[in-house]
């Protein structure tokens, strides 16, 4: 997949997925086996990613995922983007009162079959703070 296809193929899993809240359109991104490693943790399998996708936004309900910037090597088989979360704290990781606002960033590297599926990511996050 060349390089543009695969940015713009990430760029569209953030705002299709996690921007309009709809863990179900997970199905048009990535490979039945994907696997995520957040926090040193794999979830594996498509059914997992999507109720972990789910979780997440019930303690993030009005979450908004703002891209920084996303680039991709040469071949399009891996890209990297650089985000910012904004939302209301619904029990994100017990580290905000309930009802405050927070804001967090992170990094992923997503992996990319040459089909344009996702294969794998790779996200780091930073620790919330109060927005």
């Known amino acids: 997949m060349e390089s543009t296809r695969a940015v713009e193929l990430v760029e569209a899993f953030w705002h299709e997925v996690w921007n309009a809240a709809d863990p179900a359109a997970v199905d048009?991104?990535?490979?039945?086996?994907?696997?995520?490693?957040?926090?040193?943790?794999?979830?594996?399998g498509r059914e997992a990613f999507k109720s972990w996708i789910a979780a997440f936004l019930a303690e993030l309900p009005d979450l908004r995922l703002e891209v920084i910037e996303t680039f991709?090597?040469?071949?399009?088989?891996?890209?990297?983007?650089?985000?910012?979360?904004?939302?209301?704290?619904?029990?994100?990781?017990?580290?905000?009162?309930?009802?405050?606002?927070?804001?967090?960033?992170?990094?992923?590297?997503?992996?990319?079959?040459?089909?344009?599926?996702?294969?794998?990511?790779?996200?780091?996050?930073?620790?919330?703070?109060a927005a």
Do not use: C, M
């Not at 309930?98 to 996702?118: H, M, N, R, Y």
């Open 28 to 44: 048009r991104f990535v490979t039945e086996d994907f696997v995520i490693t957040n926090a040193g943790r794999d979830i594996v």
């Open 72 to 129: 991709a090597n040469a071949d399009g088989s891996r890209v990297a983007s650089r985000w910012r979360i904004t939302g209301t704290n619904n029990g994100y990781h017990h580290t905000a009162a309930i009802g405050d606002p927070i804001s967090f960033t992170g990094t992923a590297v997503w992996q990319v079959s040459e089909d344009g599926k996702l294969l794998h990511n790779w996200v780091e996050r930073s620790a919330p703070v």
